[in-house]
């Protein structure tokens, strides 16, 4: 069941501390993607963010994704250490809803050309609107699925042809859920991005194109990064909008 997020215009899934599972603009609104060219580090990033709602004028609330990068993947616990500042500056802002953080996000090692230092790739706020086709982002999706009552890395350790379709068939799936939990579907898609270091082909000829349909049409872009914890092979995110700015800092 979607929540609602009535200060900042769109509904959203809940997810885990960090980020929510996805996000779709309410009526009368529509999301607006920016990106940072080139990348900032990511507490002056925090500013910009401040400073370009501001101007706007838009509340902070209207944030709803933030695209991430970091300098490697890092083990479970360092990643709950990389959140925790994270989270309490969102939570600064007052942007939890009912305890819960609205904000989708998206955050990948990029392994060519590395960074030094975390960094903010771009971000998505909601903004009034009268164009009637939705809008959406949907966080990052590693290969990692319930099952036997916990949760667990789809083909853990097999990074062979057949563990990676697994892998990405498990990640297809689990956006496709929910997309239908937003009741929108893979046709609405503006950007389909796909995180890996390992070939890509087969995967999005055999597991990603045949699930998407037409949103084969707005192509599919592969990042050269890991998802953020080591252990983990395969991220894919999607978002739909109408209006996407470029910020130079």
């Known amino acids: 069941m979607l929540a609602e997020n009535i200060s900042g215009n769109y509904s959203f899934i809940r997810g885990i501390g960090p980020f929510s599972s996805g996000v779709i603009a309410r009526p009368g609104f529509e999301i607006v993607h920016a990106a940072f060219k080139p990348f900032v580090a990511l507490e002056r990033g925090y500013a910009l963010v401040d400073r370009h709602l501001k101007e706007l004028p838009r509340p902070l609330a209207a944030l709803c994704g933030m695209h ?19 989270i309490e500056r969102l939570r ?51 290969e990692i699925a319930s099952r036997d009552g916990g949760v667990q890395i789809v083909a853990r350790g097999d990074t062979s042809p057949e563990g990676m379709r697994q892998k990405a068939q498990c990640v297809i799936d689990a956006i496709g859920a929910r997309l239908a939990e937003m009741r929108v579907g893979w046709d609405g898609a503006t950007a389909i991005n796909l995180y890996t270091v390992h070939d890509a082909y087969p995967l999005i000829t055999g597991v990603v194109l045949p699930a998407i349909g ?15 914890v080591t252990g983990l092979e395969l991220e894919i995110d999607v978002h739909a909008v109408r209006q996407e700015i470029v910020l130079t800092p």
Request: glycine share 8%; charged share 15%.
């Open 68 to 86: 991430l990068r970091i300098p490697k993947a890092l083990s479970r616990e360092a990643f709950d250490e990389f959140n925790r500042p994270y």
């Open 92 to 142: 600064s802002w007052g942007l939890e809803v009912d305890g819960a953080n609205p904000v989708t996000r998206t955050n990948v090692a990029p392994e060519a050309s590395p960074i030094a230092e975390p960094m903010l790739a771009g971000f998505f706020y909601t903004v009034p609107s009268a164009a009637g086709a939705a809008t959406f982002v949907v966080s990052g999706v590693p």
């Open 214 to 228: 037409r949103a084969a049409h707005v192509g599919i872009t592969w990042h050269f990064s890991r998802p953020p």
